[in-house]
């Protein structure tokens, strides 16, 4: 991954040519976003029929772990190391310009590309899930059971290498037109974030407690808020 944006050559695949100026190539920026998210779009080519798979995923190093059936066709076709392309987003604001050209959304984004390839021993497949629970709440690994070799065997789990990986931030305030400043119209930015709700136990839960990761996630939000 290329780490200063003057590295990059113009030729270069994760090259951002729109807006260049919000372009982030260092790997402390991309792995942040990635590690800020939970849900990926996940495209690649298959005898020529373009796909786009929504996925959750964890990033594990300099990859980035994907898991499902072991009997999914697409998931098959991953393994085999067909060039793929992954996109994470976070939308942080609507930004609410004077004129409809210049109405915008604050977000952060990465692109990745890399090849893909199928986790084959069990050790390994197991550290795999565990970080990917992991990746969803911190610590929840150690307070569930982990995967019976049946899951196991039931379950492919891919390890997509991130080969070149490029950020795009958008952030501050409304690019409105000077010729617009003294219209009549609000401008401005919303904010937008995710909160969680209180948590749902299931109906046939005995006793048990709130686990310590669910208190830590709420509390962390509580913070945030």
Not at 83 to 94: E, K, R, Y
Request: glycine share 6%; aromatic share 4%.
């Amino acid at each position: 991954m290329d780490v200063q944006s003057e590295t990059v050559p113009r030729d270069a695949r994760h090259r951002v040519e729109r807006t260049r100026a919000r372009a982030r190539y260092d790997r402390d920026t991309v792995h942040a976003i990635l590690d800020a998210g939970m849900l990926a779009h996940v495209a690649f080519s298959v005898g020529g029929q373009p796909f786009v798979i929504p996925m959750l995923y964890a990033r594990d190093g300099k990859t980035i772990v994907l898991h499902g059936s072991i009997a999914s066709r697409l998931m098959d076709e991953l393994a085999d190391g067909v060039p793929a392309c992954i996109g994470v987003t976070h939308l942080d604001g609507l930004v609410l310009a004077r004129s409809h050209f210049d109405h915008s959304v604050n977000y952060r984004s990465v692109v990745v590309f890399g090849r893909a390839r199928a986790v084959l021993d069990a050790d390994e497949k197991a550290s795999a899930l565990s970080r990917f629970v992991d990746a969803l709440i911190p610590g929840r690994a150690a307070e569930s059971r982990a995967a019976d070799r049946t899951e196991l065997a039931a379950t492919q789990v891919l390890r997509l290498a991130i080969e070149d990986a490029s950020a795009k931030i958008r952030s501050g305030g409304v690019k409105d037109n000077p010729a617009d400043l003294a219209l009549p119209y609000w401008a401005g930015v919303v904010p937008m974030r995710t909160r969680y709700a209180m948590p749902q136990p299931e109906a046939d839960l005995a006793d048990a407690a709130l686990p310590a990761s669910v208190r830590r996630l709420l509390a962390a939000d509580e913070a945030a808020a």
